[in-house]
Nanobody, 125 residues
Framework: QVQLVESGGGLVQAGGSLRLSCSAS???????MGWFRQAPGKERELVTG????????YYADSVKGRFTVSRDNARNTMYLQMNSLKLEDTAVYYC???????????????????WGQGTQVTVSS
């Protein structure tokens, strides 16, 4: 069983930066991990995914070059560094742990077994 807790969300001006953290209660080194987000009235979307070792990553086109995902398996923690934030980045951000059966990076919601409660990120003009 894995429990995930996100932190680091908040209110930031456009162009600013935030760093999200995801702390896991169980071991996550055997699972791919990901960050999703959901804006009001929209479906939850994959922002970024990272492989077990952290060496393989995926980014949605909308965040490429601005967001960076990393993980520290020894600390059971994953991070999302968000730079050059835009108004359209406003959403609830969710940390997720993927199935141990998924190879590489999970690209679908169905690839993920565990979810955090979410943290709000609001970008203002």
């Amino acid at each position: 069983q894995v429990q995930l807790v996100e932190s680091g969300g908040g209110l930031v001006q456009a162009g600013g930066s935030l760093r999200l953290s995801c702390s896991a209660s169980g071991r996550i080194f055997s699972r791919p991990m990901g960050w999703f987000r959901q804006a009001p009235g929209k479906e939850r979307e994959l922002v970024t995914g990272v492989s077990r070792s952290g060496t393989v990553t995926y980014y949605a086109d909308s965040v490429k070059g601005r967001f960076t995902v990393s993980r520290d398996n020894a600390r059971n923690t994953m991070y999302l560094q968000m730079n050059s934030l835009k108004l359209e980045d406003t959403a609830v951000y969710y940390c997720s742990a993927g199935s141990a059966l998924v190879a590489g990076v999970g690209l679908r919601k169905d690839d993920y077994d565990y979810w955090g409660q979410g943290t709000q990120v609001t970008v203002s003009s």
